[in-house]
């Protein structure tokens, strides 16, 4: 059973007078463990797609289901507390905090707080290996370093999926493809489902599928 799974997903936005197709009945699932690329040109729908899978945005038609469980109006904030983590380009860390603090913050949003979430927030930083620099700030990292956070915060609190918009992109080569490596071991030894949309080559090398989204639509 797909862990992650949108049915007959459209979307549509206006603007001005007219009324413009983003996504045009999309069919995609992904199961527990799997990696997926998701290609396509600017413009061709995949992150307002990705934002629709991460119950960011709703669909015009269709629906994701997440876990199990419907996505719907009420429920949105629980799902993306409950079982997604994200991954930006941008890394979105708070730069007041340090990196421990960052990922404990996010464990604090999804009802993780106290002794637990100081535990659960050091487990995933020296997952990525980043135990020794957990007391910094944001301006004192590197930019794969706080990559490295970023992921860690998406992994605190087991969230069974994983969504990263364009990871790499602020990365030069060589730290964006150990990034993208670490990121497939650790995704596959906890068993989550991961998602990323990419311009970037490297990262078919870590997915098990890339799919094209064009003009709105989807081809394997």
Known sequence: MAILEARSIEKQFTEGRETVTVLK?????VERGEIV??????????TTFLSILGCILTASRGNVVVDGTPAEEKNLSEIRRRSLGFVFQQFNLFPALTALENVEYALNV??????????????????????????????DLSGGQKQRIAIARALAGKAPVL?????????????????????????????????????????????DRVVQIRDGRLAA
């Open 163 to 207: 969504l990263a918009d364009e990871p790499t992109a602020n990365l030069d080569s060589a730290v964006g493809s150990d990034i993208l490596h670490m990121f497939r071991r650790l995704a596959k030894e906890e068993e989550r489902a991961l998602v990323i949309v990419t311009h970037d080559p490297k990262v078919r090398a870590v997915a």
């Open 25 to 29: 009945g999309i069919d995609f699932a």
């Open 37 to 46: 690329a998701l290609e396509g040109p600017s413009g061709s729908g995949k």
């Open 110 to 139: 999804k009802g993780v707080r106290g002794s637990g979430a100081g535990i659960e927030a050091k487990r995933v930083i020296d997952a990525v290996g980043l135990g020794d620099r957990q007391n910094f700030l944001p301006r």
